[in-house]
């Protein structure tokens, strides 16, 4: 009975429990048993153990008998860091109602207040939860203030739990029985079904996560990819609980997964409407707004050999990731790659932390940059993904940057320092609010490239760790911008490009410049690094060149021999410097990339 189905998830700030709490909630639902059960559950890709965070919305479904009746929760558990915000944007598209849970001594953070303004977006029902009343130094009273503050909740309706304990969590359950809608979808209606996630299996092909929103799907029967236009027929179906657990139907309100034996990933599309063949399938539902890629780069693998495979494996990510995306480029230092685009920088860590690792592919990762605007002289509007399509200064008209409004909130004694980094990161201060009596909210527009590098982590530093950060994208600004090129033996060296102020041109160039140098091995000619905007060379260093000692052999005698000798080595060199080509090593580039945002 649909009546009898809840489907909501956990939002949160990072690290705030949300996790944990869902292994609570199976604990004592009886999903798994005491010996199945082990910290973080649902994080079961290698490298959210690794870091101990949630990179991918995990969904589950719990079954419990409560006053004669039985009921079925089904859970999604989601990310909290500010990357992953577009999976939580596509969980909330399959709920009813949400958990926003809050640390009961951190209090309200930055994401917290972005995730509920998400969930309110969505018309969800929302259960404020206050996490980790176990801890000594908890303070749920002032929370239970902050939150009616900046989220006009009632401290009253503030459930109050320890997911590491378990206290309060089954009067949690009773709450999300009480409070939280039943999906209103019609079993007997034509199949109209959600794609909110898949994934790619080496045996079994193309698995996709569903939500039926309304009709029945069964077993052996055909359904329709309406974006994709493709036919399959469903070789088996199930929920999570939490491993794939095979059934025979799947009906209006639950959550579950679809496999077709789809082998051609193009058939595959996240936010997709899944109905019957023929011709009145269900009207296809409004699915998902394009993310939006905030931060590109160049992925090469180290071996050009391995281009094929790379490839493949992006291919396979992108199933199970749409948030980022990827075309082929080619590079003169690097060979061939591709361009790729990110949601921010630990996104990008991420996919390339999983292709290594997943795949078994070496990278080389040029330097992230973000999308610039440019307004040419004919008044055409062209988005710039890599340093390298930026034309000449001659040819542009405006030069725009990527600006975003930046919540960070942050105890009293700190404004003051977090006011000064972000006026040098050329921050223009919004507003400035207190949430309760000692924490503030500051809003302000910064430039994306100032924010995604380490705006985070400098936060961190100077709050001691109780600064948080959220962002949101505003639109594009005219500012003072203009490539900055790195030139060896006079030829250009595109992975190496970047976008940057003009003010801060000079200093990057020579830190560039400084670091080739040192990077680059000695030929038999001098190699000269240089780093230039537009024809004007602001930056020089020189790698000397090798010498053999050619005046060894002359004892005593006249000065003239030793000049001849020195001078036919002089001509040598000259001519091998018109012919000769400059090795730059993998190393050499590495070192500069890592360093070249510094």
């Not at 577009?86 to 209090?107: H, I, K, N, P, T």
């Not at 039926?212 to 469903?234: C, D, P, W, Y």
């Not at 396979?316 to 230092?333: G, K, V, Y």
């Not at 409004?405 to 105890?411: A, D, E, G, L, T």
Request: hydrophobic share 35%.
């Amino acid at each position: 009975m649909s009546s009898n189905i809840r489907n909501f998830c956990i939002i949160a700030h990072i690290d705030h429990g949300k996790s944990t709490l869902a292994d609570r909630l199976l604990e004592k639902t009886g999903t798994v048993t005491v010996r199945e059960m082990k910290e973080q559950l649902l994080d079961d890709l290698e490298l959210e153990r690794q870091r101990g965070i949630t990179i991918k919305a995990r969904a589950v479904s719990m079954q419990l008998k409560r006053d004669g009746q039985e009921y079925e929760l089904n859970l999604i558990d989601t990310p909290g860091h500010v990357d992953f915000h577009y999976e939580v944007s596509r969980s909330l598209a399959c709920c009813e109602g949400v958990l926003l849970l809050v640390d009961a001594f951190q209090g309200v953070e930055a994401q917290t207040v972005a995730n509920a303004y998400a969930a309110m977006e969505h018309d969800l029902k929302i259960i404020p939860v206050i996490n980790k009343i176990d801890l000594t130094h908890a303070r749920p009273d002032e929370v239970a203030e902050e939150m009616m503050n900046s989220l006009g909740t009632d401290p009253d309706d503030c459930v109050r739990v320890s997911a590491k304990t378990g206290v309060g969590v089954d009067d949690l359950i009773d709450t999300i029985i009480e409070q939280i809608p039943a999906p209103s979808g019609d079993p007997k209606a034509t199949l109209q079904a959600m794609v909110f996630d898949s994934n790619y299996d080496d045996f079994r092909g193309a698995i996709t996560y569903v939500r039926i929103m309304n009709g029945t799907v069964r077993k052996g029967q055909k359904i329709r990819f309406l974006k994709a236009g493709s036919v399959h027929e469903v070789v088996e179906l199930g929920r999570f609980a939490p491993q794939r657990l095979p059934c025979d139907e799947l009906k209006a309100g639950q959550v579950g997964y679809l496999i077709c034996n789809i082998k051609s990933l193009g058939d595959v599309h996240i936010g997709d409407t899944i109905s019957i063949p023929g011709d009145q399938p269900a009207q296809a539902l409004p699915g998902y707004s394009r993310p939006k890629r905030m931060v590109y780069c160049g992925l090469f693998p180290s071996d050009g050999q391995d281009f094929s495979e790379l490839r493949d494996a992006l291919e396979r990510l992108a199933i199970n990731d749409p948030s980022f995306e990827f075309e082929p480029e080619t590079s003169d230092a690097l060979g061939f790659g591709f361009r790729c685009g990110f949601l921010g920088l630990l996104h990008m860590e991420i996919i390339q932390q999983r292709l290594e690792n997943e795949a078994d592919i070496d990278l080389v990762q040029t330097a992230p940059n973000v999308t610039y605007e440019i307004v040419d002289k004919r008044g055409n509007t062209i988005s710039i993904h890599k340093p390298q399509d930026v034309p000449d200064p001659g040819d542009i008209e405006e030069f725009r940057q990527p600006i975003v409004r930046c919540n960070i909130i942050v105890p009293d004694e700190y404004i003051g320092s977090v006011i000064k980094l972000c006026q040098e990161r050329r921050g223009i201060q919004r507003s400035q609010e207190y949430l309760g009596a000692n924490r503030a909210m500051l809003v302000y527009n910064i430039p994306l490239a100032e924010v995604v590098y380490d705006l985070h982590d400098k936060i961190k530093s100077c709050t001691r760790g109780y600064g948080t950060l959220d962002y949101e994208m505003v639109g594009y600004e005219p500012a003072d911008l203009c490539r900055l090129d790195i030139l060896v033996n006079g030829g250009r060296v595109d992975a190496l490009s970047i976008v940057c102020n003009r003010a801060d041109a000079d200093r990057r160039g020579r830190a560039v410049a400084k670091k080739l140098k040192a990077e680059i091995e000695r030929h038999m000619f001098e190699v000269a690094v240089q780093a230039a905007v537009g024809s004007r060379v602001i930056a020089r260093e020189t790698v000397p060149a090798m010498r053999k000692n050619v005046t060894a052999k002359c004892y005593g005698g006249d000065i003239t021999r030793k000049r001849k000798l020195l001078q036919k080595q002089k001509e040598g060199k000259k001519r091998m410097k018109a012919i000769g080509n400059v090795e730059i090593s993998q190393k050499a580039f590495m070192a500069v990339l890592s360093d070249g945002e510094g």
